[in-house]
Each structure stands twice: as structure tokens, then as C-alpha cells.
Nanobody, 118 residues
Framework: QEQLVESGGGLAQPGGSLRLSCTAS??????????MSWYRQAPGLKRELVAT????????NYPRSVQGRFTISRDNANNTVYLQMNNLNPEDTAVYFC?????????WGQGIQVTVSS
């Protein structure tokens, strides 16, 4: 059974940092065969794509609001993908979801809350 489990969320102060982790299990070949992404969903808003790390090693951040502050990376040996979030602001408050894409199949983690507040 394929599974994605997020960790590392919580409360951060404006200007602070958090690192989210997503550990995958049950995937034949591990995450090396997966395109991994982070999405987020703030209250009342649609889920938005934050960053993608392709199985070929390309990393892309999508919203202009996170460029220069968020970095996605992966550790294939440990089947884990990370989202380093720096200089957080209250607009980053959301539930963050890990996503995996393999061929035509998609997988989601359960989501983890990130709250940025003083």
C-alpha cells in the first residue's frame, strides 16, 4: 500500500523557518521513480501547487510568493522529500500536502498544518 506521511509542521513566527518532510512507503522503486510536489490549501481557498521536484532532478517553485523563500529537495535513499520554508509570513498559513505522481497515478498525504503567527 502506497503511503505518504508528512511531518515537521506547526507554529512559526513571522520571519521564521520550518522544514516539512514527506516520507513515502510502499512504492516500487521508491521515490526515485516519482515526481514529488508540495501543495497547500489555506482556509476558504483552493489548493495550490507550491513546488515540484521531478524524478529527473529538476526543482521548480510555482507561486511568485514563495520564490526565493521555499526550497524543495529530495533524498531518494531515504524516500523523503523536503520543503524548506524560510522567512515565513502569515500568508503562508495553510495545510500543506505532499503529492506523488507516477505515470498516471497520483497519491496524496494526509496534510499537515503550518501556522505563521506572532
Amino acid at each position: 500500500q502506497e503511503q505518504l506521511v508528512e511531518s515537521g509542521g506547526g507554529l512559526a513566527q513571522p520571519g521564521g523557518s520550518l522544514r516539512l518532510s514527506c516520507t513515502a512507503s510502499g512504492f516500487t522503486g521508491g521515490i526515485s521513480v516519482l515526481t514529488m510536489s508540495w501543495y497547500r490549501q489555506a482556509p476558504g481557498l483552493k489548493r495550490e501547487l507550491v513546488a515540484t521536484h521531478t524524478k529527473f532532478g529538476h526543482a521548480v517553485n510555482y507561486p511568485r510568493s514563495v520564490q526565493g523563500r521555499f526550497t524543495i529537495s529530495r533524498d531518494n535513499a531515504n524516500n523523503t522529500v523536503y520543503l524548506q520554508m524560510n522567512n515565513l509570513n502569515p500568508e503562508d498559513t495553510a495545510v500543506y500536502f505532499c503529492h506523488a505522481l507516477h505515470d498516471a497515478s497520483t497519491y496524496w498525504g494526509q496534510g499537515i498544518q503550518v501556522t505563521v503567527s506572532s
